[in-house]
């Protein structure tokens, strides 16, 4: 799991994308956003100004401040105490519109940030709500090497000097991509979908023994890299001795198993490592076999389909005697 985000985080990561203005309570930088697995209540993440279930980011356009206007004094004293009382990470104007004098003073006293943007609500609350998802988002790190191959993510793993990082390096030169090498992260953006990049000290970095770290970017072109990829398949590299399987189906349909990462069931296939195998052109076949399952066409299956077929036309049921009825089986 992610730890919070603090307000100075959020507004650095998008400033330049909101244009974002800070304009009152600069002292409250380190005011945690966390997500809601960590708070005994789940309010929104960030939503337009409610006063009664309170987002932890609030966001204040037109209407809200109209509303604002609309109330007497009293009213809008105890309407500008709530909003402080329930401790927001930000407020967020909109449209460039001006801090109202009572706020800006009720948000400084209490180091409240207060943002304006000239963008609309419903641009500032896709942005934000995109940002949080992902930043508070349930993460892992895995030892392996994540690339696209195929236009799918596939995950190499394998013990140390199993040859993951030289077959990476093949792969980069029949043309796939290098996401990331060693310690690729994972973050939960969906149910059933696991986005893989590469923390910002490794980005472009591959390791191989005998040779150490190589800039694949700069050797291979911005072509040979990418920055992220959605993880769909996984590829265990293990030496050929320690395979013992007594099942002979495995000889028509692989080892194909899954691999449960966090919260998400993703298919695994296991590749015998021997002298001699062309492991590039394997993991590429794997890729395509994979591919064309997702797309219901088996292989296996079909080859089984194909054998009972000639069964039935060798052996007949036809002409059969029926033990129970005295007759045939046949029309």
């Not at 077959?167 to 090498?181: P, Y």
């Not at 293990?238 to 349909?253: I, W």
């Not at 997702?294 to 009972?308: H, T, V, Y």
Request: aromatic share 4%; charged share 25%.
């Amino acid at each position: 799991m992610n730890g919070p985000v603090t307000a100075g985080e959020l507004y650095d990561d998008l400033a330049a994308r909101l244009q974002l203005r800070w304009v009152a309570g600069a002292q409250g930088r380190e005011r945690a956003l966390e997500s809601g697995e960590r708070r005994e209540r789940r309010p929104s993440r960030v939503g337009y100004l409610n006063i009664i279930y309170p987002n932890q980011v609030q966001i204040v356009g037109r209407e809200e401040l109209r509303y604002l206007d609309a109330l007497d004094a009293e009213a809008r004293r105890g309407t500008i105490a709530k909003i402080i009382e329930y401790a927001p990470v930000a407020l967020v104007l909109t449209r460039d519109q001006d801090v109202p004098d009572d706020l800006r003073q009720a948000a400084e006293a209490d180091g409240i940030p207060v943002w304006i943007s000239p963008l609309r609500g419903h641009e500032l609350l896709t942005h934000l709500q995109y940002q949080l998802a992902r930043q508070l988002a349930r993460r892992i790190t895995l030892h392996g090497t994540l690339l696209e191959v195929h236009s799918i993510g596939v995950l190499i793993m394998g013990e140390a000097g199993s040859g993951k990082s030289e077959l990476a390096l093949e792969l980069i030169t029949r043309g796939h991509r290098l996401i990331a090498d060693d310690a690729p992260e994972f973050t939960q953006i969906a149910p059933d979908l696991l986005d893989g990049t590469c923390p910002e000290l490794l980005r472009d970095m591959l390791e191989v023994r005998g040779l150490g770290v190589l800039n694949v970017r700069e050797m291979y072109g911005h072509t040979a890299v990418k920055r992220n990829k959605y993880l769909r398949l996984i590829i265990e590299l293990v030496p050929f001795g320690e395979l013992s399987s007594s099942d002979p189906m495995q000889r028509l349909t692989g080892i194909a198993t899954r691999r449960r990462v966090l919260d998400v069931d993703v298919p695994q296939i296991t590749l015998p490592v021997a002298p001699g195998r062309n492991l590039a052109v394997l993991v590429e076949a794997a890729v395509r076999q994979h591919i064309l399952k997702s797309q219901g066409i088996d292989p296996a299956q079909i080859f089984l389909d194909r054998q009972a077929h000639q069964m039935r036309r060798r052996h007949p049921r036809s002409g059969r005697k029926n033990e129970f009825l005295g007759g045939e089986t046949g029309d």
